[in-house]
């Protein structure tokens, strides 16, 4: 049995997707986080971009988050331990992560694999992206209080 609220697992794509359904009227709307990026490892076309819609309020099991990632739990473990991720609840099968988690541990994972960074690097690097995307947000904020004075 689930102890997390969770809609679904995010599916990452990967390049033009068909259309597949209109929208319904009864569609169920949620409140979402939207990450684009460019990824220059990809062996695909660098001028598409990825996007991750996930919904906010989510929250995953480890069980989830391990199959998501295709990783064992002593990975999710490990980032747990270094601050990486911060799970609510018992440690272990009760854990709960936030849907930040899932953002978190592909980027840990890719900066590992990839690049070769050991997860202490991984966690500064996390702190300052999470800085830089809290700043453009101020940024933001800023020109459009600008736009609506002039």
Request: charge should be negative.
């Amino acid at each position: 049995m689930s102890y997390c609220r969770y809609a679904y697992l995010p599916q990452i794509v990967t390049g033009p997707r068909p259309y597949t359904s209109k929208w319904q009227r009864n569609s169920p709307l949620i409140h979402a986080s939207l990450w684009g990026y460019l990824d220059p490892m990809a062996e695909h076309d660098n001028s598409r971009l990825s996007v991750e819609l996930i919904d906010e309020q989510a929250t995953f099991t480890l069980a989830e988050l391990c199959r998501c990632f295709g990783v064992q739990a002593e990975v999710i473990e490990e980032l747990v331990e270094q601050g990486i991720l911060e799970p609510v609840g018992q440690k272990g099968r009760h854990w709960c992560f936030p849907s930040n988690a899932l953002r978190r541990t592909r980027i840990t994972l890719h900066l590992r694999r990839d690049l070769g960074v050991n997860l202490s690097g991984a966690a500064l690097a996390l702190d300052l992206l999470e800085r830089i995307d809290e700043l453009d947000a101020r940024l933001r904020a800023v020109d459009r209080q600008t736009d609506g004075n002039t």
